[in-house]
């Protein structure tokens, strides 16, 4: 007699997959969910933050270049916190503390502020980067968690196997559905960090190539007026 194989879309939709799995295998799949959440949680900020960035950077270098007087644009911009904000604060607060004396050191006010500003930048892109080695963490980790979920599922069928001295579809279809439903999670967790990871580290890499403009250009100005200072 023909066993009746149950496997219609009710056994085998996800949540059916989830209650069927073990205490194993309902831990990867909960730990791989949460990372997904997470990951997409870390996604829309990253996003947000670095679109506001590089607007609020974009007009204040406008406004920079625009102004006349530097001390004055200081004064009202000096306590932002935006990073262009930031590597200019630390260019002028250099910049006073190399002249306020009688004598000045030219190529040491040119060195100091070319180190102070780089230091200032590569800060300002740590603060920026923060979070995103998140996304290359579950990225990477995710598909070999799936992997190890996949692996039990696979283990449980041939146990199943054993148990019921059985191989039909019956027996096995179970374990190997919950088996690739953890791949699948594993995948829809790191597909998306990885390629929000790739985005980012570009939108980052920008940011970063502005900063450096920027402070060569501050650089230049304030070298221009070193060479007429006395």
């Known amino acids: 007699m ?8 009710a056994t085998l939709s996800p949540i059916a997959l989830f209650l069927h799995a073990d205490t194993i295998g309902k831990a990867v799949i909960i730990g791989l969910l949460l990372a997904s959440i997470w990951t997409w949680a870390i996604i829309y900020s990253f996003w947000r933050k670095l679109g506001r960035t590089r ?3 974009a007009a204040f270098e406008r406004d920079f270049w625009k102004a006349e ?3 004055a644009f200081h ?5 932002s916190t935006l990073p262009t904000a930031r590597v200019f604060a630390v260019g002028v607060g250099e910049w006073r503390r190399s002249t306020a004396g009688t004598g000045i050191d030219k190529a040491g006010t040119r060195e100091r502020l070319g180190t102070a500003m780089g230091a200032a930048v590569a800060h300002e ?3 920026l980067s923060d979070r995103l080695n998140v996304l290359a ?3 990477s980790v995710a598909p070999f968690v799936g992997l190890f979920g996949t692996v039990w599922g696979i283990m449980r069928s041939f146990t199943a196997i054993a148990a019921e001295q059985n191989t039909s579809l019956a027996v096995v279809a179970p374990g190997i559905a919950e088996a690739l439903f953890a791949t699948a999670i594993g995948l829809f967790a790191a597909i998306p960090a990885v390629i929000a990871y790739n985005r980012f580290g570009h939108g980052i890499n920008r940011i970063e190539a502005s900063l450096n403009r920027f402070a060569d250009g ?3 100005t304030l070298s221009r007026q070193l060479d007429t200072a006395r």
């Open 218 to 220: 501050f650089h230049t």
């Open 137 to 139: 963490t579950v990225g």
């Open 125 to 127: 892109i740590d603060q």
């Open 69 to 71: 007087d530097i001390d």
């Open 75 to 79: 004064r009202l911009h000096g306590e």
């Open 2 to 9: 023909t066993p009746v194989i149950n496997t219609d879309a």
């Open 55 to 57: 607007k609020e950077m």
